[in-house]
């Protein structure tokens, strides 16, 4: 586990790095690169287009958003931003996926062009999603707890600030195919082809997201009775806050009323404080320096409360299941397995509905051994498995509605879809240019 990776200051050479400052020059920078590259290829700047919006939309994030989600101190100064190790993942997921994507996209005759410009859009949507999704799962616990009062810049604060993790893959699946939908209506292009060409990406994406997971600490397991294929965090991660709360750590088991069910070790930190069975734990508090643990009745005032200084406590947590390495070779195999099916397919969709279904299926079970999330539904199923029956039975409808008779969209022979293709006489090397927009796109 390794949350943060590197931290960066506000200022670098009198000049901040967010807001008007460092990372806009480098994004203008980048958008210039890329309009004469663009040029160079087309001998036009129509391509770029449909992108200014896009363009402009993450300057702005850059100029008003950055600074107002970058970290303060006590006194309202901005302190810089950590790059954490959870982003880094993710960032390389997009690549991973747009790369991917782009190398099999051209065995199909589509212009490498279509392909960053969807994924942009599968991006900027799936992660508005994926926080979306967290939002709502958690809006009463981290973001408006009751009895705070509403102060939006606050909780607008928080709800932005997703450098810590925070995002649910489910609501990055949908996200992204939204936009995927509206992108390829928008252009004209064959859905289910483009859902089975894409497919693989998202699930590489998918697989190294999960290592990012496994920096953050999120997305644990439960405990696992077998100590050498369990997982030990650190001190403060998220499983190690969670065997606190729940005293595990502490030598508690404790039943739905907070009682303590079983006899307590006497060598166990409960049991040097005298905490027996039968006891009532009222709260359990972790903080950074300890442990504060509230004793008393149902409905009355504490009785008694017990601490326990940091060095006090254990240096890492109770072995833990490696769900997100598990849940990384998930990714890895339905990858590599949608790759070798592709060739064979008869009809579009079906490598897409396949990735749904067993996606869907092996979450559900990955599910099993996790245990951030409660059983909320019926008391039998988390949220994500929820969403996982809901998927399957997308998948299972998808994949009957191939079996009606129909051409493959991809590969594409004379054209490419958006690109028109150009030969030259002397080498034999076929190029596909986007059209003008005004003409359209080619048939």
Not at 157 to 167: E, H, I, S
Not at 192 to 205: E, K
Not at 366 to 376: A, F
Request: hydrophobic share 50%; net charge neutral; glycine share 10%.
């Amino acid at each position: 586990m390794k949350q943060t990776l590197v931290h960066f200051p506000h200022e670098l050479l009198g000049l901040p790095l967010f807001g008007f400052g460092w990372i806009l020059i480098a994004w203008l920078t980048w958008c210039v690169i890329w309009a004469i590259l663009t040029w160079k290829r087309h001998a036009s700047l129509a391509p770029l287009r449909s992108q200014l919006p896009v363009m402009a939309l993450v300057a702005i994030v850059i100029v008003f958003i950055m600074p107002w989600v970058e970290p303060h101190d006590d006194t309202g100064q901005p302190i810089g931003m950590a790059i954490r190790g959870y982003g880094v993942m993710m960032m390389l997921g997009v690549i991973a996926g747009i790369g991917l994507a782009v190398q099999r996209g051209r065995r199909m005759g589509i212009h490498p062009d279509i392909i960053f410009s969807l994924a942009l859009a599968m991006f900027l949507v799936g992660l508005a999603g994926a926080r979306l999704f967290y939002v709502i799962q958690y809006w009463n616990v981290y973001f408006y707890p009751p009895g705070e009062s509403f102060q939006f810049m606050v909780i607008a604060g928080r709800v932005l600030d997703f450098t810590k993790g925070g995002l649910v893959v489910y609501g990055a699946l949908i996200g992204a195919l939204v936009a995927t939908l509206i992108f390829l209506h928008r252009h004209k292009l064959p859905k289910l082809a483009f859902a089975d060409l894409v497919a693989p990406s998202m699930l590489v994406g998918l697989a190294l997201g999960r290592i990012g997971c496994l920096l953050n600490g999120c997305c644990y397991g439960g405990v696992c009775p077998n100590d050498p294929l369990g997982m030990e965090f650190p001190l403060s991660s998220p499983p190690y806050v969670a065997q606190v709360h729940e005293g595990l750590l502490l030598g508690l088991e404790l039943d739905d009323n907070n009682l303590v069910k079983n006899k307590v070790d006497r060598d166990s930190l409960a049991g040097k404080a005298g905490i027996k069975k039968d006891d009532r734990v009222q709260r359990i508090q972790f903080f950074e320096d300890g442990v504060l643990l509230s004793l008393g009745e149902r409905g009355k005032a504490v009785v008694r409360q017990v601490s326990w200084q940091g060095d006090q406590l254990p240096e890492r947590s109770v072995p833990v299941y490696p769900s997100q390495l598990l849940s990384s070779i998930n990714a890895l195999l339905l990858c590599f397995f949608l790759c070798t099916i592709y060739p064979y397919r008869t009809r579009d969709g079906q490598v897409f509905a396949l990735m749904l279904i067993l996606y869907a299926a092996s979450r559900f079970l990955l599910e099993i051994i996790r245990s951030d999330e409660p059983h909320v539904y019926f008391s039998l199923f988390t949220p994500a498995q929820a969403v996982s029956l809901v998927i399957l039975m997308t998948g299972l409808g998808i994949l009957i509605s191939t079996f009606r008779p129909a051409p493959l969209a991809l590969p594409v022979q004379e054209s490419v879809m958006m690109c028109e293709k150009n030969e030259d006489t002397n080498t034999g090397r076929a190029e596909y240019v986007l059209p003008d927009e005004s003409r359209g796109p080619s048939r």
